[in-house]
């Protein structure tokens, strides 16, 4: 079941999603070669609780850790920890937090020096997406204009989107529905309402679309092992336009 959102849980919405843009943008300043994963996650922790929030993953199903950190050929879910970043490193960072009971989800993807310009294009073709996808969500609009737009752009510009994570609902809870996929024919699903709060979050492959979790249960790795990258916004459907949350 879709939840709408009324004026005070809007606002609640637009609180969160902005601290969660606030410490997506400082965390991924600190990314730099010789950092760990796990300190990323410390300095993103310091951050949450300075803004009088908390981890929206921590916790989550189990998850291990304050925020997901996933490098190169790691597409999502990656568990911060002793793994050092090195120059021409791919960083997914994913974060989510909770505040005053709404979730603001969002993600980037940080180059570290690359000098790969392929690379360098799968992470701004991912970017792109995102904004392809959210330009194409407009009240009375179906929710499949959004998935289709990720992914013909993503296919494109010759490249891959992952099909077994999707985008989602968002509010009080990390996961509501819909599902948003990030492929599709457009022209479908449901009717996008005002008041819908949805996570876009294109995940795209340098390879083939398939992926498999590592055996600690969390990560999400690319089949073949190619690189990965990730963008997420948290977007209000309204009747003026659509608004990002996590800018
Ligand atoms: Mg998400």
Not at 97 to 122: C, K, P
Request: proline share 2%; with cysteine.
């Amino acid at each position: 079941m879709v939840i709408i959102k009324g004026d005070s849980e809007i606002e609640a919405m637009r609180a969160s999603g902005h601290v969660a843009g606030i410490i997506r943008d400082a965390v991924a300043d600190k990314v730099t070669a010789g950092i760990t994963t796990k300190e990323l996650a410390d300095y993103a922790g310091e951050l949450i609780v300075q803004h009088g929030a908390r981890s929206a993953f921590l916790g989550y199903r189990g998850f291990p850790g304050r925020i997901c950190v996933s490098v190169n050929n790691e597409v999502v879910h990656g568990i911060p920890g002793g793994y050092r970043i090195k120059t021409g490193d791919i960083v997914s960072l994913d974060i989510g937090v909770a505040l005053d009971g709404f979730i603001g989800d969002t993600a980037t993807t940080v180059m570290v020096e690359v000098t790969d310009l392929e690379v360098v294009r799968l992470v701004d073709c991912t970017k792109q997406a995102l904004f392809e996808g959210i330009e194409s969500a407009c009240v009375d609009g179906r929710l499949s204009d959004i998935s289709h737009a990720i992914e013909s752009f993503a296919v494109k510009s010759g490249f891959n989107v992952v099909r077994n994570f999707v985008g989602h609902g968002i509010g009080r809870s990390l996961h509501e529905d819909p599902q948003v996929p990030n492929f599709g024919r457009p022209g479908r699903g449901m009717k996008l309402r005002h008041g819908m709060t949805l996570a876009i979050e294109p995940m795209v492959n340098f390879g083939c679309g398939d992926v498999e979790v590592q055996s600690d249960g969390w990560t999400v790795l690319t089949k073949d092992r190619k690189l990965s990258a990730h963008f997420e916004h948290t977007i209000l459907i309204a009747d003026g336009g659509v608004e990002i949350l996590t800018l």
